[in-house]
């Protein structure tokens, strides 16, 4: 039922076109308008790779937004209570709600990495795009969980506020637009404490061939706890007044 | 509200009227109510001793019912009596504060967990998103795994039923208040749960849409299953309900057949026709209507009396005795005694506004 319900979800998700534009089309876009003005300011090949991994990460972070943003728009209308009065347990609604998120982060993660490989000539090798891709994929975990927090928790208004700070916000301070080499020292520090960017971290070491940093993947795991606990908080409070 | 249609009014005597008990006693299960396996159970609804506070507010004041099984009963109450509130704690969404609620001999959560319960609040729409067939089928789906040994019915028969076979390819939340109603009602059906739940399932909704959803819900009833639905429209508790419980301030303030609770205010209405005047003569029509009237008021039990143009009616608290003196006066053209209608019982039964 976990996965009936996810596909129900997603289905919803995928002819929503909120979703086409924050998810496909404007990371895709902006991943071609990027490499080909060049303003990243790196060589070209690794400002594709660079950039390529940022915009379908970019792209992820819209997709498990939106799902958040979509949990949060069918609390008015009563749908949360209405799966309460159906033979699910909230382990399958939740877990179903889950695995939808990281479902739809995957046409994006594809699309710009194809176009990565077409338009802008990144080549890898099979190990490598495998890598690449999982990691992206994988990764996007947390931030998954955080937004099904925040669209449990919140209204659909607070939610749409709070899933477009963490769209375009935490993406950006998370170097997944401009690589954070960029930023001043200060702002570095921060952007690496922040979950977006230890999650581009993981991809963009994989195309360069390096396994992930120990500290990324702790700092990675830390935010992923603490969204999970948040995640399992938000759809508590859902319970008590979705009534 | 309209009057009670011919018909469908009140019995025309009380005279003979069979008193049932108002509260079968547990135990009577009506034969083939298709009560499944695993839950030997007398009643399909116990509240016991239930209490509801919503900060100062008391919602349920010491809910005591109990529902037999293959029943259609009506929860009828005017606005914040507490019924969405009982109803809600019925179904597991928020738990009470005191009392118990026992559902098909589990918990509320536990009976819905198992499919056995099917709902349809008051509020809600449906998401966008999805069509009719995809939002049902999941629901149907969602039944079908959690009893897998109950066959259901097929897909394309629940859309039958419920009258919304020519919607299924529509998006659900596109559909007038009517329609969508409908799709709601075959949400609450589509695992043949043994009991369903309508709060206030035709609120706002036209008089067609209303008769097409009763002839739906109805079926279902026919079935051998458990309904029980809110309502403050009397006639839909008059037509529908083999039973109605009448709530007000959190407690059950009446409990019967429709008959039953006429029966509980006191009163009847003897009604007849004066001898014909000339039409010609009004004057004399006036007179002689305005004397019977006096002579009227002071025949044993009447209260009061109204006439309308020749149509006499007297109000009375003992219409044995009325009848028995118009009698012997010869006055019996047309002589019809009733009892007080529903809404006269409802009004009366919850103060009416009054003595809170």
Known sequence: ?243 | MPGPAPGTGPAPSVIGMTKIDSRPPAGTVPPGDGARPGGAMTSAVTFTGVVKNFGTVRAVDGLDLRLSPGRTVALLGPNGAGKSTAISILLGLIPPDEGAVEVLGRKPERAVRDGLVGAMPQSGRLIPGVTVKELVGFVRRSYAAAVPDVALPSLAELLETARITDLEGRRADRLSGGQAQRVRFAMAVAGAPELIVLDEPTTGMDIESRRELWTSIRAYAESGSTVLFSTHYLEEADDHADRIVVVDRGRVIADGTSEQIKQRVPGRTVSFDLPTVHETDSRVSYESASTAGVALDMLPGVVSSEIRGTRVRLHTTDSDLTVLALAESGRIRNLEVTGAGLEEAFLTLTGNGENR
């Open chain 1, 1 to 243: 039922m976990t996965l009936a319900y996810m596909r129900l979800e997603m289905v919803r998700l995928l002819r929503d076109p909120g979703y086409l534009v924050m998810s496909l089309i404007s990371p895709l876009l902006m991943y071609l308008v990027f490499t080909n003005l060049d303003l990243g300011g790196q060589g070209d090949g690794k400002a594709a790779l660079y950039s390529m991994v940022g915009m379908a990460g970019f792209g992820a972070v819209g997709a498990v937004m939106g799902n958040g943003v979509s949990i949060a728009e069918d609390k008015p209308l009563g749908w949360i209570r209405q799966l309460r009065l159906l033979p699910l347990g909230p382990v399958q609604v939740v877990a179903g709600r889950a695995l939808c998120a990281m479902a739809v982060t995957l046409p994006p993660i594809l699309s710009v990495c194809l176009s990565g490989a077409v338009v802008n000539g990144v080549s890898l090798g099979i190990g490598q795009w495998a890598a690449v891709i999982g990691l992206l994929w994988l990764g996007i975990a947390p931030m998954a969980a955080l937004g099904i927090g925040l669209g449990y928790l919140l209204t659909a208004q607070q939610a749409q506020m709070a899933g477009l700070v963490c769209y375009m916000g935490l993406s950006l301070l998370g170097g997944l637009w401009f690589p954070i080499s960029e930023f001043p020292g200060w702002l570095a520090h921060i952007a690496q404490a922040t979950p977006i960017n230890r999650y581009g971290e993981l991809s963009w070491r994989a195309g360069d061939g390096h396994g992930p940093t120990l500290l990324g993947t702790v700092v990675l795991a830390a935010w992923a706890a603490a969204f999970v606990a948040f995640a399992a908080y938000g759809f508590r409070c859902s319970t008590r007044t979705a009534v």
